[in-house]
């Protein structure tokens, strides 16, 4: 009986472990007896005690790596460090396991010989404004090239490019010089639309004062214009209202002193009477000397 207990114990601790549960986003690559024999993906599996053998247990998430600055030589021989950083994914487990040794690594050479063969194609100032033509070639060349490896090559980033220090000091001094530049071009530019706006300014006040002016002008001849209309119309009036009362000569005769009497109350010291008002005054010079005469008559009586 100890000995099927024994038994039993043995069996369990050589088919437990042979028992394997494979995660999500993992692959489990299976050799027999020295052999690719199956690649898990995730679930349960069981495999032969002393025959199967997990060979490699590969992740299929997205992996990144930073790799170390590289020396790399430009057209116009500059030598500068780049650093780039390798977004990759394992699309085959087997040719992950069985197509390169190292794999990492390979990829990290790689790149480093891709990058100065590309750099080497590019002057200084090219190279520092083409990161996106960079980017671009080196991940189509390195995803190209890790095919055979079961490697896929999502995306490369150029993460730093760092100058010598003298040319960074170049760079420096041409990027202030490029700076005040831009701010007394821009100064300038702030001085001209300033001086635009105020000559503006003025240019409509002059034409608000003017129009102000006229307005004035024209409104000063309409009520110029106004009055004498009504007086015209008063005058109109006056002599409707005559002709509609049938004035005799008398009337109008009398009118006549009217107006007479009211010029003569002026400071004028010249009177211009009219023909008919001599006869007028005729008759008052006659009228007066035969009141006068009566009055003398009585006297003497």
């Not at 472990?17 to 898990?40: D, F, H, N």
């Not at 394992?90 to 990492?104: A, F, H, R």
């Not at 007394?184 to 702030?190: F, S, V």
Request: hydrophobic share 40%.
């Amino acid at each position: 009986m100890g000995l099927l207990i024994a038994i039993f114990v043995i069996i369990l601790i050589i088919v437990i472990p042979c028992v394997k549960i494979v995660p999500q986003a993992m692959s489990y690559v299976i050799e027999r007896l020295g052999s690719y024999e199956a690649t898990w993906k995730n679930g349960l599996h069981f495999k032969i005690p002393f025959i199967d053998s997990i060979a490699n247990k590969v992740t299929l998430k997205e992996i990144v790596k930073d790799f170390a600055p590289q020396p790399v030589i430009t057209k116009d021989n500059v030598t500068m460090q780049i650093d780039t950083v390798v977004y990759f994914q394992i699309t085959d487990p087997k040719l992950y396991t069985y197509g390169v040794e190292y794999p990492i690594s390979a990829i990290e050479n790689l790149t480093a010989t891709t990058l100065r063969n590309i750099i080497g194609e590019l002057e200084l100032d090219q190279t520092l404004t083409s990161r996106d033509i960079i980017n671009t070639k080196m991940r189509s060349i390195l995803d190209e090239a890790t095919d055979p490896w079961g490697i896929k090559v999502n995306r490369v980033e150029v993460k730093n490019i760092i100058p010598p220090r003298d040319i960074q000091e170049a760079m420096e001094k041409q990027m202030r010089a490029e700076r005040e530049r831009r701010e007394k071009i821009l100064q300038a530019e702030g001085e001209k639309k300033s001086s635009i706006l105020i000559a503006e300014g003025e240019k409509e006040s002059a034409i608000l004062r003017a129009e102000a002016q006229k307005e004035s002008e024209v409104r000063i001849a309409e009520g110029k214009a106004e009055a004498m209309l009504k007086i015209k119309q008063a005058e109109a009036d006056g002599i409707k209202l005559l002709k509609e009362a049938q004035a005799d000569e008398a009337v109008l005769r009398l009118k006549s002193f009217e107006a007479l009497s009211k010029v003569a109350d002026g400071k004028s010291t010249k009177l211009i009477i009219p023909a008919e008002l001599n006869s007028v005054a005729t008759f008052g010079s006659t009228l007066k000397e035969v009141l006068s005469d009566k009055k003398e008559n009585s006297s003497k009586k």
